[in-house]
């Protein structure tokens, strides 16, 4: 069974439908990634399936269990974590601040907090190192490394990324997206939209190209990497910033 099935979501903004029929399916372990050009719809998938956005219709499952109009806060207990576009940290709070708001639904453990943020420690030890500092003050990609961190704290089944490597260095994105795969590695299906389609691809297990709110292609990210149109598309004047090797991909 999927860990994540998203069937036939359609999601308007007003009188414009923003997603025309989005179907997608994660399992444990695996990194999909959602490409697609500006405005093609993957924001709105990634906040319809958070419940920040209330489809209009169409089937959201979580373990088998219902997302569809269910309360955001309630979703992230049901095992499904959002690191939203931008990364909104609190910046006037310490790095340790932070990471306890994102395990908030098990604030009365603090066994399970310490652990928790143990294992976000051993991910990103740079965080570890600048746990007092305030967030407001961390580089660009120490924040990236701060949202993930966050929303790991609720030890989440499903993880969803919305552009994590958007205005950090190249090799900041290939070290957050190299740690990516090992949160995956951990079981958690992750959930990857990105505009970088080439590093996207390199770590990706599948993926789907979504175009005004549909999916347009779909399949394995290897296949899908070599496919001409893709290449064409999203592939074209991008650097490369790593082959799926260096990534790690295989271990
Ligand atoms: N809050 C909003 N109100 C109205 N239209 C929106 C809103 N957010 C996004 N849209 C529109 O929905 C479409 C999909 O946007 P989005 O999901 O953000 O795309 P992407 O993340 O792929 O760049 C775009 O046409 C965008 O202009
Ligand atoms: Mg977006």
Redo the contacts with the bound molecule.
């Keep these: 069974m999927a860990m994540l099935e998203v069937t036939d979501l359609h999601v308007y903004?007003g009188n414009?439908e923003?997603l025309k029929g989005i179907s997608l399916e994660a399992d444990p372990g695996q990194i999909v990634a959602i490409l697609?050009s500006?405005?093609?719809?993957?924001?709105?998938t990634l906040r319809a399936i958070s419940g920040l956005l209330r489809p209009r219709s169409g089937s959201i499952k979580c373990a088998g269990k219902s997302l569809v109009g269910v309360d955001a806060h309630v979703i992230v207990g049901m095992g499904l974590s959002h690191v939203p576009e931008g990364r909104r940290i609190f910046n006037i709070l310490t790095v340790d601040e932070n990471l306890n708001l994102g395990g908030y639904l098990v604030r009365s453990q603090p066994r399970l907090i310490k652990e928790r943020k143990a294992g976000v420690f051993k991910l990103f030890p740079r965080l570890a190192e600048r746990r007092m500092q305030l967030a407001g003050t961390l580089s660009g990609g120490e924040q990236q490394m701060l949202a993930i961190g966050r929303a790991l704290m609720s030890d989440p089944k499903v993880l969803m990324l919305d552009e994590p490597s958007l205005g950090l260095s190249p090799i900041l994105a290939r070290s957050v997206l190299r740690t990516v795969r090992e949160i995956a590695g951990r079981g958690t299906a992750v959930l990857l939209v990105e505009q970088n389609a080439r590093q996207a691809l390199a770590i990706a297990d599948k993926a789907y190209v979504i175009e005004v709110g549909r999916v347009v292609l779909q399949g394995e990210a290897a296949t899908l990497a070599s496919d001409e149109r893709v290449q064409r598309a999203y592939l074209g004047g991008f650097e490369a910033v790593g082959t799926q090797a260096e990534l790690g991909k295989n271990n």
């Design positions: 903004y414009i923003a697609g500006n405005g093609a719809g993957k924001t709105t």
